[in-house]
């Protein structure tokens, strides 16, 4: 069955036009103002239709936790994200044992062949165990640790499934593990690391190209007597090829701070991400946990974040995806652009080819949303979800 969306403004591809949807079979045929032969209709005059939003690093939802490691957290989390227009999710595992790690991964591959009823899964990021204590943030300090080539060697022999390793690179043995990363086709990235310009420069060499989270938990310029150093952030402008990710949840970076991110890298190197927990969508005043469920970090929602209990920190974000274009679109962002940073500029950084925009033969992953960014209507593979 060929269904049409009709009159909308399509955003996708970096442009903005008026012009009609065909898609059938959970792929696009068409955009085109020229009249197709269709078999269902829907209106979307006066609205803006863009493919579906794209997650690369989200830890839960709706009271759910990959960490919680049920299958019943990741199909809920799918769901919930998909309500909020995100047609593509990486589920993100934090810092933990071997065994802990190795047992999430075992229940992602169970859920990734299950019929899912939101999201798509491709693939993992792991984020950690391998982290600088002076920048482990929210991590767990007793499961963060230096490189270990026994316990990489074999979490990347589990899975094919990882898609990106969030590590900080000034630790001892990282140009083995960054080997290891590659060989087999899991994107090396800098995280939670307080890494100077040239451990930067050496890794980046190496295959560490993509920033995780840019400004939470990474080095900045600093000072060494009366000499200055890069960190991440100064380098992360400086190389050209290096991509980063940001919590654009209008909390974890202000305005000015995302303009500037914007400014200088551009929408074809920057991914909006949630890096939310599991208190994305669940109502402001509540407490809950960071982590998993039976054993988190207790935390506070307040003021659209997470606050550890005693109100002098973050304890995690709860953005959801269409809350990150609303926000860089308040922060002046062209919408085509904030669009772009949240849909095909992440797809190619996770190797998703079939997402992140409207050209046909694509996945018809598709979001129609108002002026103001709220979803109408969401689809994934043409399935429905709102």
């Avoid at 792991?126 to 002076?134: A, N």
């Avoid at 589990?158 to 593990?177: C, V």
């Avoid at 991400?273 to 809950?288: F, L, Q, V």
Wanted: charged share 25%; with cysteine.
């Amino acid at each position: 069955m060929i269904t049409k969306i009709k009159g909308g403004t399509v955003v996708t591809d970096g442009k903005e036009f008026l012009s009609d949807v065909y898609y059938e079979d959970g792929k696009i045929i068409a955009v085109t103002t020229d009249s197709l032969r269709f078999d269902e209709e829907i209106d979307a005059t006066g609205k803006i239709v863009a493919p579906a939003f794209v997650d690369i690093h989200i830890h839960g939802a709706a009271d759910s936790d990959f960490l919680d490691n049920t299958p019943e957290a990741f199909l809920t989390v799918s769901k919930a994200t998909a309500e909020h227009g995100a047609g593509t999710i990486i589920p993100t595992i934090t810092s933990a044992q071997t065994d802990s790690t190795l047992s999430c991964i075992a229940t992602f591959e169970k859920v990734k062949n299950m019929e899912l009823p939101g999201a798509c899964m491709p693939g993992i990021h792991l984020e950690g165990p391998y982290f600088s204590p002076k920048q482990s943030g929210a991590q767990d300090p007793n499961k963060i640790r230096t490189f270990d080539k026994n316990e990489y060697d074999r979490i990347i022999a589990a899975s094919d499934s990882i898609l990106r390793w969030s590590a900080a690179p000034e630790l001892d043995g990282w140009e083995g593990f960054a080997k290891a990363c590659c060989e087999a086709g899991i994107l090396p990235c800098f995280g939670h690391s307080d890494a100077n310009g040239e451990q930067v420069k050496a890794a980046f060499a190496e295959g560490f190209t993509h920033v995780t989270h840019l400004y939470s938990c990474t080095s900045m310029v600093h000072r060494i007597g009366a000499t200055r150093y890069l960190g991440i952030v100064e380098c992360a402008y400086l190389f050209d090829d290096i991509t980063v990710e940001i919590i654009a949840d209008g909390v974890h970076l202000p305005a000015d701070l995302l303009k500037l991110i914007y400014k200088l890298k551009g929408p074809n190197k920057i991914a909006l991400i949630t890096d939310s927990m599991r208190g994305a969508g669940m109502p402001e005043g509540i407490e809950t946990v960071l982590g998993k469920l039976d054993n988190g970090l207790p935390c506070r929602i307040e003021k659209g974040v997470a606050w550890m209990l005693d109100g002098q920190a973050f304890a995690g974000s709860v953005a959801t995806t269409d809350r990150l274009v609303r926000t860089m679109v308040a922060a002046g962002i062209p919408l085509v652009d904030a669009v772009k940073m949240a849909s095909e500029t992440p797809a190619k950084m996770a190797k998703c080819p079939q997402k992140g925009t409207l050209d046909a033969g694509k996945d018809a992953d598709i979001v129609i949303f108002d002026e103001a960014i709220n979803m109408q209507n969401v689809f994934v593979r043409g399935k429905q979800i709102v």
